[in-house]
């Protein structure tokens, strides 16, 4: 559908610079095809009026786990380990993937509803993300979970053959692609490693993980390899692909270089890090290395929701807190980490409103009061909206949500879903 998005307040940018301004925005076969003007033959088959209105790329959540929305609420002030080994994994085990598919379509309802248009998914479920993400129009990176002692292993045979079918199925699938996502250091053995890194050269996939995540994962790769995690992986060849690393909070000095020089994209998730009192990732230290930073919610078992305005928040804030400096990690920068660096690390031509990339977009109301008076759009994004403000929602120029109103979501379907499977695995 051609639609033309008339008189909004747009932000666009790019890496250095932005700009705030009042435009027509074009959209044709899925891609932005003008701003300001319109190639001289553009019929609009729909018109938006754009009257205190803002336009924003569509946020893009670089790490989630998006079956995981049923365990919102479900256990919470817990340590950790007591967290993950004796309330998260525990109902897992209770999960069909029918299940899983419902707890994906919570978080699809969440993050399209504030504004978020793609995510980078590692789940444990096979095609259940994939089905939920074409049902709902969002654009999703999807990675099956890995872990295993050895490429022998039965689990991390079958885990691998599944990522693998998975990304058979739905290649043909424009708003999907994929990544191979050992799940972390802790749970896959060097063999694994070695072997999905073979494969993801084989295949030219990317990789997703979790890296340098708690102090105890820090000190046990120090143990064990004599090596920081970041060094360890890099010992195996692991960023000669493109990796997405997410957490990356407790980082030493080399660590800093191995991901600058290797070009790692650092998924942030301050909320699920402070909420499971991991501690605070050297974002500011990040910045000044110059390394790819973007952002996650991480699953809604730990952060406890999948609303990245959140998190772009708490980036906002805490660094100044932790640094003691009222300048670390300006509002610019953090909605950069949610946009353009999140579409670079998924390697999406998304994540900016320009002309030739993807028609990704968020249209917030600016008639509220975390935007008046209107004196730095900017400032608001990162300060003071907090994802309510979304209006309407279009993915590769399809419009999924229009004044509040999903466009292939039943959310009271959803709700009544989630609600028997809470009670199931309670
Ligand atoms: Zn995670």
């Known amino acids: 559908m051609n639609i033309k998005i008339e008189n909004i307040l747009a932000v666009v940018n790019d890496e250095n610079d932005y700009e705030i301004k009042e435009t027509d925005i074009f959209i044709k076969d899925g891609i932005i095809t003008g701003i300001g003007e319109s190639e001289n033959d553009f019929i609009s088959e729909k018109i938006i ?3 205190d209105k803002l336009a924003i790329p569509g946020l893009i959540n670089c790490h989630t786990h998006t079956y995981m929305s049923l365990f919102r609420n479900i256990a919470d002030d817990l340590a950790f380990d007591e967290w993950l080994f004796k309330n998260i994994m525990p109902r897992e085990d209770k999960l069909n993937p029918e299940d899983a598919y419902w707890g994906a379509m919570l978080a699809c309802t969440e993050m399209i509803k504030t504004g978020t248009t793609c995510f980078l998914d590692m789940h444990m479920f096979k095609n259940q993300t994939a089905e939920t993400a074409v049902k709902s129009g969002m654009r999703a990176v999807i990675s099956r979970g890995l872990s295993g002692e050895d490429r022998n292993d039965d689990g991390a045979v079958r885990r691998i053959n599944e990522a693998f079918d998975e990304i058979e199925r739905w290649k043909d699938n424009k708003r999907l692609s994929f990544m191979l996502a050992p799940h972390a250091i802790y749970t896959c053995g060097t063999d694994y490693i070695k072997f999905i890194i073979k494969k993801a050269k084989e295949y030219d996939i990317s990789l ?10 820090v000190s046990e790769a120090k143990k064990n390899y004599e090596m920081t995690p970041v060094e360890y992986l890099d010992s195996l060849g692991f960023f000669e692909v493109n990796t997405v690393a997410a957490h990356c ?7 800093f270089k191995i991901l600058k020089e290797k070009h790692v994209n650092v998924a942030l998730n301050p909320i699920s890090n402070m909420k499971l009192g991991n501690g605070f ?3 500011y230290k990040m910045l000044e290395k110059g390394i790819n930073i973007c952002l996650g919610t991480d699953s809604a078992a730990s952060n406890n929701s999948l609303n990245l305005f959140s998190d772009m928040n708490c980036t906002a804030l805490i660094h100044k807190g932790v640094n003691e400096n009222a300048q670390a990690v300006n509002a610019f920068e953090v909605f950069k980490a949610a946009t353009i660096n999140g579409a670079k690390a998924l390697s999406l031509n998304t994540g900016q409103i320009k002309v030739g990339k993807a028609a990704d977009l968020a249209i ?3 008639n509220c009061p975390q935007f008046r008076p209107k004196n730095n759009i900017m400032a608001a994004l ?3 909206a907090n994802g309510s403000e979304v209006e309407t929602v279009i993915i590769d120029g399809e419009i999924v949500m229009e004044n509040k109103k999903l466009c292939f979501i039943d959310e009271e379907e959803v709700y009544r879903n989630a609600e028997r499977i809470a009670e199931k695995i309670k």
């Open 249 to 255: 909070v407790h980082l030493e000095e080399n660590d």
């Open 364 to 366: 917030l109301n600016l």
């Open 281 to 283: 990732a050297p974002v």
């Open 208 to 217: 997703h993980t979790h890296l340098s995540e708690t102090r105890y994962e």
């Open 382 to 384: 990162s300060y003071s």
């Open 49 to 51: 009026d754009g009257k």
